[in-house]
Structures are given as structure tokens and as C-alpha cells.
């Protein structure tokens, strides 16, 4: 079964694209602050993997909201980096690239940590199934991290903290503010994992 992985740039799915090794990457710069950064971590992994790396473009900058847009959160975003209907928009696009590849089995790096987000739930990945189950190309949604925290998927991945390093967890630029709750993630994780990034 031909197996596409989101690949984001970030600790999650690095460590995902590790453990997994999918036949395929797909990237997705849909307007965010920290497109490039997050683009340039998923090459250097895809390249080390020799996983076959997409970038789709997709400009829904006016549609943001929260730190990732470089705006103010909406009231009812439930974390200052929400973007609404994030996850939704990025399986729909990745699988949009997907089918084109043959895919039938496109992977995205949400953890158990991930459920104060509607679109980080089992609820969720299970809703998009069945969306994409009515529709022609036979894609099936899995989120083989999704029962994890960071630091269990980063140990039962392998990853070597060598290639990790190359993950971009800041939400809010292409250079680390060391000060967003993508940032703080990366560091508690490398720290819980005895790498003090300091």
C-alpha cells in the first residue's frame, strides 16, 4: 500500500517520517509565518530518507488566524497558534497531491497531547475517513502517533537527535522565537529526553 506522510518540518513528524519511512512527503506551505523554515526541515529529512518529497502551494494567509498567521487568535481559538480548520485543509490538500501519486494511505503527525484541538482528536481522524471513504481515490487518513506525547513517539521513532535537530517547531517564524508554545514543545521535549537545548 503506497503510504504519503504530512510532513510539516516539525519534531512530530520528522520523528513520524523516521519511524514510518513513507514512500511519500508532502509538504504544504499554505501562507504560514514559518513556511520556509518548515520547507527546508522536510527536504533535509526527505533527502536523508530518500522519501520523495511534494511541496504544494496553497496561499490561505487571509484565512488565518493566531500566532501561524502573525495575527491576533480569533476569541475562540482554544491556543494562541490556532488556525481554524487547519488540519481539515491540510489532509484535503495533501490528498488532493495524494491521489495523484497513487496513494491509498496518507499519514499525519497528530499525538495524544494534540486533543485540546478538535482537529488533533480520534473523533477527528475517524470523521475524515469517512469523508474521504465517499469520495473516488480510495484514501484512508491514519495518525499512527496519535496515542503518543512527543517524547514516546520520539523514542519508539529512533530518531537520531542529530537528524531531530533539523526539525522547525516555531510557530511564528523561519528562525526559532524561543518564546511560542511550538518552540517551548521542542525545548521540554529535548530536555525530557536528556538533550538540553540550551
Not at 91 to 111: D, F, Y
Not at 163 to 185: I, Q, T, Y
Request: charged share 15%; net charge negative.
Amino acid at each position: 500500500m503506497k503510504t504519503a506522510l504530512l510532513l510539516s518540518g516539525g519534531m512530530d513528524s520528522v520523528a513520524i517520517a523516521w519511524w514510518k519511512r513513507p514512500d511519500i512527503a508532502i509538504t504544504i506551505d499554505y501562507g504560514h509565518q514559518p513556511a520556509l523554515a518548515e520547507i527546508r526541515a522536510a527536504g533535509a529529512v526527505a533527502a536523508a530518507l530518500e522519501i520523495e518529497h511534494h511541496i504544494v502551494r496553497c496561499d490561505l494567509a487571509a484565512l488565518g488566524s493566531g500566532d501561524m498567521a502573525g495575527r491576533t487568535p480569533l476569541v475562540m481559538a482554544p491556543v494562541p497558534e490556532w488556525w481554524p480548520f487547519r488540519n481539515q485543509m491540510l489532509l484535503t490538500v495533501a490528498a488532493m497531491k495524494a491521489v495523484s501519486l497513487g496513494v491509498e494511505r496518507l499519514l499525519i503527525g497528530c499525538l495524544s497531547t494534540d486533543r485540546q484541538h478538535g482537529d488533533g482528536t480520534e473523533a477527528f481522524i475517524s470523521a475524515m475517513n469517512s469523508l474521504f471513504a465517499v469520495q473516488e481515490g480510495g484514501l484512508m487518513v491514519e495518525a499512527p502517533a496519535i496515542a503518543l506525547t512527543a517524547e514516546e513517539l520520539i523514542q519508539q521513532s529512533s530518531i537520531p537527535f542529530e537528524v531531530l535537530a533539523w526539525a522547525h517547531s516555531c510557530h511564528r517564524a523561519n528562525e526559532a522565537c524561543g518564546n511560542c508554545r511550538g518552540c517551548l514543545k521542542h525545548y521540554s521535549t529535548m530536555q525530557a529526553l536528556g538533550h538540553d537545548p540550551y
